[in-house]
T-cell receptor, first 110, second 119 residues
Framework: LAKTTQPISMDSYEGQEVNITCSHN???????ITWYQQFPSQGPRFIIQ???TKVTNEVASLFIPADRKSSTLSLPRVSLSDTAVYYC???????????FGTGTKLQVIP | GAVVSQHPSWVICKSGTSVKIECRSL??????MFWYRQFPKQSLMLMAT?????????EQGVEKDKFLINHASLTLSTLTVTSAHPEDSSFYIC???????????????FGPGTRLTVL
């Protein structure tokens, strides 16, 4: 299983763009990168998933360099409601188990 | 996205009793479901992988006789905490997988979690 490393915590002011980087040096060829958001006492919520280059949806962008050993989740113009823990997972998800890392606790400041 | 529900959302029980938690995929069929446990201010820890129609696969250190998992249908998996004790108090979360449209890989969708408190 690919191990991931993320910053433990980050602070950001409202309205700013936030970039959270995840390291996954031993990512396998068939692994995908998936990011989840978790609020206290709730299950993780799917944000975005990608394999390479750039993926964008209505809430975030995911940047993956050519070597795929890291990835960056970009949240545009964060608001207070984006305060949460963000997890980066790597694996051929679904039928294979994954390991949750420590996650990044994002605190958005007014 | 796909919806996964859990019931109950919270439960308080006395030590020594058993508690059943249900996990349902509401709008899709899930061959595989996962059960996690999360203690306060910690990350999710995988307990077991639940496959429809077969025995669950437990992670090292998780007692299969204490945490009984049944995956009787493609939309329902249950976790029973038998003879619960205060140290079993935790947040239990299930997830179900669905094939991402356009191919590629599967994606896990998580339930809202169940808060278990054992007195």
């Amino acid at each position: 299983l690919a191990k991931t490393t993320q910053p433990i915590s980050m602070d950001s002011y409202e309205g700013q763009e936030v970039n959270i980087t995840c390291s996954h040096n031993n990512i396998a060829t068939n692994d995908y990168i998936t990011w989840y958001q978790q609020f206290p006492s709730q299950g993780p919520r799917f944000i975005i998933q990608g394999y390479k280059t750039k993926v964008t949806n209505e809430v975030a962008s995911l940047f993956i360099p050519a070597d795929r050993k890291s990835s960056t989740l970009s949240l545009p113009r964060v608001s207070l409601s984006d305060t949460a823990v963000y997890y980066c997972l790597v694996g051929a998800l679904g039928y294979q188990k994954v390991t949750f890392g420590t996650g990044t606790k994002l605190q958005v400041i007014p | 996205g796909a919806v996964v529900s859990q019931h109950p959302s919270w439960v308080i029980c006395k030590s020594g009793t058993s508690v059943k938690i249900e996990c349902r995929s509401l709008d899709f069929q899930a061959t595989t479901m996962f059960w996690y446990r999360q203690f306060p201010k910690q990350s999710l820890m995988l307990m077991a992988t639940s496959n429809e129609g077969s025995k669950a696969t437990y992670e090292q250190g998780v007692e299969k006789d204490k945490f009984l998992i049944n995956h009787a249908s493609l939309t329902l998996s249950t976790l029973t905490v038998t003879s619960a004790h205060p140290e079993d108090s935790s947040f239990y979360i299930c997830s179900a997988t669905i094939r991402t449209s356009g191919g590629g890989t599967d994606t896990q969708y998580f339930g809202p979690g169940t808060r278990l408190t054992v007195l």
